[in-house]
C-alpha cells in the first residue's frame, strides 16, 4: 500500500509535496491470549472479535484485527455460555471469576498498515418494527427497544449486586492494603537512615544570625539633614565668627569676627586684620543651621572647583533637597551660575529683603524674580546626554552638546571652544525656553486676535521639549510674595488636531488592575491539501462565509478564525525570527496581507483587509477583563453604535454623567456645513482602490501634501491596507457615495462603524477614560470625535459660560499654514514629531528649522557672515558676558526688520473675512471619543479625514493608534494645549508618563 510523506516546507514554498513509495510488510500473528501455549499457525487461528478482545483484556482500535486460537475460543464461548445463564436466572454477573486484564505493550511499526487482514467486522442487527402499527420516529423506537432490554436483563438489579460485590472484595483487601503500606514505611525508612549514615560527615551545621539592617546610601544621606522648621536669624554677637563681604554681592565671602554691633551695620574684622563696616545683608553665620532651608532663603554657599578649592558665593536657594537630587540645594549664586550645595556647605544671610530678588545683582534679578513668583511650577528643558541644543552666550546663539545631566542642571560644551558650562534647565539661555517665553509675550500682546486659535506646529521635527514641574514643597520663605501675572490670551481651551506622535518605548502604569485570557479557539481541520486554482469554489461552504450580523461584537481580528481560517505563528531556526501566517478554509498559507487581498479578490468573500494582521506579537484571542467592578453598564451608546460599548467602575459607586450619545457632528447657529454631492469628487475603481495611481480619492490625498512647507508631492501617505502609519497632515480624503467603489475599498475606513471592543472606565486621577478589551495593531482606526460644531464667536461663548474640556479645534488649515514660511502666527516652537521611532529626549535640536523666531535671535548674525570676524560694536562689548541665568542684554526678541518675509493670504479667510476656525463641543453630547484621555506619551494620534464634503473647514477628526496596544491599556492622545494660552487658568498634568510635561495649560 502506498503511504503519503509530508515534509517540511521552506517559507517559500507554496504547495506540499508528496512522496509515494511502496514496502513490503511482514505481519506475524500471535494469539490474543497472551498466556496462550498452543503455537497454532496462521491459518488454525481465526479473527478475534469485539467480546473475545474484551475478554483477554486486549484494547480495541479501530481497523486492526487480532486473530485467536481455536482453544482459546472455545474457553470465551464457555465463559459467555455461563455469563448468559446468569443474566436469565437473575444471578449476579460479578459472582462468575473473569480473567484478569492483562497489560499489554504493542511493539508497532509506526508505517504499518491498518489492515491486518480482510476478514469483516460482525455486524449486528436491530429490528426496530412496531407491531402495534403505531407511528414513532427511529429515535422513539431505539428508545422503547434499549427499555425493554434493560428490563428483560434486569439491569437495576445487576447494578446494585455489582457494588455490593466490589464492596466486599475492597474491604477484603484491607489487611493486603495495611501490609503493603507498613512494608513502604519500612523501606522509607531504610532509605532514610542510609542516606543519613552517607552524609553523617558532610552534614551542613545552621546557626540563627543577627538580623542584618542594609541601609541605601539615599536613606543615609537623608537622615543626616537637619528636620525641618521656622529659619531663625538672631543677630551675631560681639566675638562671635561671621562669614562677610567687602567688595560686592558676586565676589567671595570671607571669615570675620564680630567687633561692634549698632542696629543693622557691624563692624567686622577680616583675616587680614582689616575692620570693615557691613550691613547685615553682607554678613552670613559661619555654621550651618539646625533646620532645613526653604526656598528663597538667602544664603552663601560653599563652591569647589575641580581641584577641590573651595571659596563662599552668595546665592539664593531655589530647590529643596530631595532623592532625585541627592538630597542638595539648588543654588542660584549672584554671579549667574547655579550649583548644587550638600547642607553642611550653607550658611544663610543674617538680614534679607522682603523681596529677596532684590538683593541679588541686577544680571540676575529678574530672573530670580520670575522663579520665585513661579515656584513650585518650573518650566524646564527635558535634555539627555549626546543631545544638541541652541544656547546664548555672549550675545549670539551657540551650538551646545549636552554631557552631562544633574537633576536640575546639565552640563553644555559649546562647539565654538569645547568649553564647558553648567547651565540651569530653566534658564532662558537655552533657545526652546527662550522661544516659548518670547512667543508667550507676543501671545499677550496680539490679546483677543489668537483667542480663536488652537495649538500650531512649525515643522516636522525632534527636539527637546518644555516640561513643567511642579515641586510637592511649596513653602516658600517670608518675604517671597505670589505675584498673580494677568495675561490676555485664549478665552477657552480647545483640543488640537495637530497630533504629537512621540516615542511609544517610555510605557505609563495606569491604575486599574485585571486579568488578560484567551478566548476557547479550535483550528478547524483543513483536510488533505493538494495543488489547484483558488475560485469561490474554496469557499462555498456557508461556514466559511462572514456575515455582518452575525459577527458583530466580535474582535476583527478574531473574525477569519471564526469562518474557518488559521492564523499561526512560525520560528525560523536560523535565528529565532518569529512570522505569521493566515492558512485559508482552502488549505493556501498567505504570507503578507497583498497575498490576503488577493486571495478575497478571487474568492469573492466579504472579509475586510483590517481583520488581518501580521504581527507576530499581537495575540487576536487575548481579551482583558477588570480584576473588580463596582458597577456597569452594559452598552454606553444604548445601541447607536455597532458595538456595544461597556462601563465599568472599579474605584467606586458612581456613573458617569449622562451624556446624549450621537454619532454625527450637529452643526450649531452660523455654521454652513455644506454635504451635497455636488462638492464632492469620486472614484470609478472596481479594485478596492488598491493602485493609488489610478484612484482619483487617493491621488487627491497625494497631491495635497503639496500644500505643506517642503512644497513636495508626498506619493507614499495615505492608508495602507486601512491602516495609517503615518499622520498626514493635509488631511485623507476618503472614497464617499459618489464613488463606484465597494463597501471593502482599502480607502473607506473612517466611515466604518465603530468595530474595536472598547471600554469606559474610572480612573483615580483623570475621570472616565477608555480601555481596549483586546489587542490593537499600530495604525489601527478607532472612532472619530463628534459633538455640537460652534462657530468660533458662539463656542467661545459656550465655553465661558458651560465650560471648554471638551472642545476640539477643527484647525487643519491653520496647522498646514504655520508650517510654511511667511506665515505669521502665535505658533509655538516645541519639538514636533511624527516618527514613532524617534526619541524626543534624546534627539538632535535642529536650530535651522526655527524659521520664524530662533532664526531672527542672533544678535551677531552680522559676524557669522563675515566669517566670525571680531567686529563688534562697542555697545556690544559692553553688554556682553559669560555665563548667567539669563541671556545677554544684546540678545532681545525677533527682530522683523530685519528680513522682510513674503506673506500670503490664509486659505480659511477665501471663505470669508470674518471666518475663524470652528469648535466640536463633545460636553453635553458626543460618542465615545469625549472620553479619551490626554497623555503626554499618547498611543493615539488624530487625523483630519474628508469623508462627506470636501470643505477644508470641515474634516472629520478620526482617531489612530500610533503603536501597537496591549489588551487593558488605556488609549490617550495628546490634547495639544498651550501652556499659558489662556489667562489665569492652570491645568496640571496627571498622566503619569515617564516624560510628562507637568502641565496642559
Sequence with gaps: MADAIVSLLDSDEDTVKEAKHKRKVVTVWQCVNMECKSGQSKEQMETADQYC??????????????????????????????????????????????PVAQDILMLEDSDEELQTDSSEDEELEL???????????????????????????NFDFQLSAATEELGKRLDSMTDEFADTEKMFCDLEENVDSLR?????????????????????????????????????????KHGQGVLATTKGLEEEWSEAIVELVSGDKFSVKLRD???????????????????????????????????????????????????????????????????????MDLRVVVQSSPDVWEDVISTSREFIHQYLVQYPERPMVRLSPGQTVKTECEGKWWITKVVEVDASLVLLMFDKDRRTEWLYRGSTRLGPLFSEMEQRKARMVEGEQVMARGRRVLGKKTGPV??????????????????????TGKAVAKKSTASRKTDSSCTTQWETEGTVSQLPWTAKEKGNIS????????????????????????????????????RQITKHANGGRRRVFYVAPCGRRLRSLEEIHKYISLTRLLLEMDFFNFDWWLHVLNEFKPSREFCSIKDLSYG?????????????????????????????????????????????CKDDCIDKKKCSCRQLTIQSTQCDWENVVDTMVGYEFRRLKEIVLTGIYECNSLCNCAKTCLNRVAQNPLRLKLQVFKTAKRGWGIRTLNDIPGGTYICVYVGNLFCTEEGNKHGKDFGDEYFADLDMIEIVESRKEGYESEASDEGFTDDPTSDMSTSEYDPTEDKDVMGQLDGADADLENGGREEKSSRRAASSKRGGLAPSDGVSGPQKEKEKQVKFVSTRKLFGAEEESYLMDAKTIGNIGRYLNHSCNPNVFVQNVFVDTHDLRFPWVAFFTSTFVRAGQEL??????????????????????????????
Excluded at 296 to 320: H, L, N
Excluded at 535 to 555: I, L
Aim: net charge negative; hydrophobic share 30%; charged share 30%.
Design 196 to 236: 543519613r549514615e552517607i552524609y553523617r560527615d558532610h552534614e551542613s551545621v545552621i546557626r540563627e544570625l543577627p538580623p542584618l539592617d542594609i541601609k541605601e546610601e539615599e536613606e543615609e544621606e537623608l537622615s543626616a539633614l537637619p528636620p525641618a522648621g521656622p529659619v531663625e536669624r538672631p543677630t551675631p
Design 273 to 343: 586684620g582689616k575692620v570693615k563696616k557691613v550691613c547685615g545683608k553682607e554678613v552670613a553665620y559661619d555654621t550651618a543651621h539646625n533646620v532645613r532651608l526653604p526656598v528663597g532663603t538667602r544664603c552663601v554657599a560653599f563652591c569647589r572647583d575641580k581641584e577641590q578649592v573651595g571659596v563662599f558665593r552668595s546665592g539664593v536657594v531655589a530647590e529643596p533637597p530631595k532623592i532625585l537630587n541627592k538630597n542638595r540645594y539648588l543654588v542660584f549664586l549672584d554671579d549667574g551660575y547655579p550649583a548644587y550645595v550638600a547642607h
Design 53 to 98: 478482545m474484551s475478554f483477554y483484556g486486549v484494547e480495541v482500535k479501530e481497523g486492526r484485527k487480532r486473530k485467536v486460537c481455536q482453544h482459546c475460543k472455545e474457553v470465551v464461548m464457555t465463559k459467555q455460555k455461563d455469563l448468559v445463564e446468569k443474566l436469565m436466572k437473575g444471578e449476579s454477573l460479578l459472582g462468575e471469576k473473569l
Design 640 to 684: 447607536k453604535e455597532a458595538v456595544p460599548i461597556s462601563c465599568v467602575n472599579s474605584i467606586d459607586r458612581n456613573y458617569p454623567e449622562y451624556v446624549e450619545y450621537s454619532t454625527v457632528r450637529l452643526p450649531q447657529k452660523n455654521v454652513n456645513l455644506n454635504t451635497k454631492e455636488q462638492f464632492l469628487t469620486g472614484c470609478d
Design 531 to 566: 495543488s489547484h486554482n483558488c475560485s469561490p469554489d474554496c469557499v462555498s461552504s456557508k461556514q466559511y462565509q462572514y456575515q455582518e450580523e452575525e459577527h458583530r461584537g466580535s474582535n476583527p481580528l478574531h473574525i477569519p478564525l471564526l469562518v474557518g481560517w488559521d
Design 466 to 487: 518644555i516640561e513643567y514641574r511642579r515641586e510637592a514643597e511649596t513653602d516658600i520663605s517670608e518675604g517671597v510674595s505670589k505675584v498673580s501675572s494677568a495675561s
Design 972 to 1001: 490617550c492622545w495628546d490634547y495639544g494645549y498651550e501652556v499659558g494660552s489662556i489667562a489665569d487658568k492652570e491645568i496640571f498634568c496627571s498622566c503619569g508618563a515617564e516624560n510628562c510635561r507637568g502641565r496642559l495649560l
Design 127 to 153: 429490528e426496530l418494527t412496531d407491531s402495534e402499527g403505531e407511528e414513532m420516529t427511529v429515535e422513539e423506537r431505539l428508545e422503547r427497544a434499549v427499555s425493554r432490554a434493560l428490563d428483560k436483563f
